[in-house]
């Protein structure tokens, strides 16, 4: 009998403990430790190589949805955070956030010019990628998928990414926030062939 009770303690014992774990794994406390919430710098310009350098930070980062603050160590500060859930505090954009960072766009949507945020400044953005993938917003314009280049978009109703190169085969690689499982990365995609995807530019690009 006493043998029984121990085990049946055991149990309890490690099930109480793999559920603390998995809630600590789901409110790490990443933004409240980590980020902030200052101001942004207006640029004079933007430059599709620039903004490629911003975005290759990112690259290893985790992915929050609705979040928009991360660091550049190459790992994902909070993983295995449940999806669609903003109020886990973890690391990372989702593939709007990251976007509209990575563009430097203003809070304003009548404002086109650039606000430089910086990585741990934790920002979302009006935008989701359906409003993207619309035009929506004064930095914003559609375009004809055949005519995207480097840093353009992709974008669909419930995702966006940008290109960071093209390849031979037509296909693209695209840097984007892709999800939970994923984090961001650069991957190679057939967006453009898709249909159910539209080119998206952020306007004013120096070079």
């Known amino acids: 009998m006493w043998h029984s009770r121990m085990l049946v303690a055991s149990l309890v014992g490690a099930f109480l403990f793999g559920a603390a774990g998995t809630a600590g794994a789901y409110h790490t406390r990443f933004v409240a430790n980590n980020c902030n919430y200052a101001a942004p710098t207006p640029t004079p310009y933007i430059t599709r190589d620039g903004s490629a350098a911003v975005a290759l930070r990112a690259r290893h980062e985790g992915y929050q949805w ?3 603050c991360w660091n550049d160590n190459d790992r994902d500060d909070s993983p295995n955070d449940p999806t669609s859930d903003p109020s886990t505090d973890g690391e990372g954009g989702d593939c709007s956030g990251f976007t509209f960072k990575v563009w430097r766009e203003s809070l304003n949507e009548s404002d086109a010019g650039f606000q430089q945020w910086g990585m741990l400044r934790d920002v979302h953005g009006p935008y989701t990628a359906s409003r993207f993938r619309s035009g929506h917003g004064a930095p914003n314009i559609t375009v004809f998928k055949s005519a995207v280049t480097k840093m353009d978009a992709l974008a669909s109703e419930s995702h966006i990414g940008m290109i960071y190169a093209t390849n031979a085969d037509g296909t693209d690689q695209i ?3 892709k999800g939970e499982a994923y984090g961001t990365n650069i ?6 062939g898709d249909s159910s995807y539209g080119g998206v530019r952020r306007t004013g690009w120096s070079s």
């Open 66 to 68: 609705a979040g928009g």
């Open 187 to 192: 991957w190679t995609r057939t967006y453009r």
């Open 175 to 177: 840097i984007e926030a």
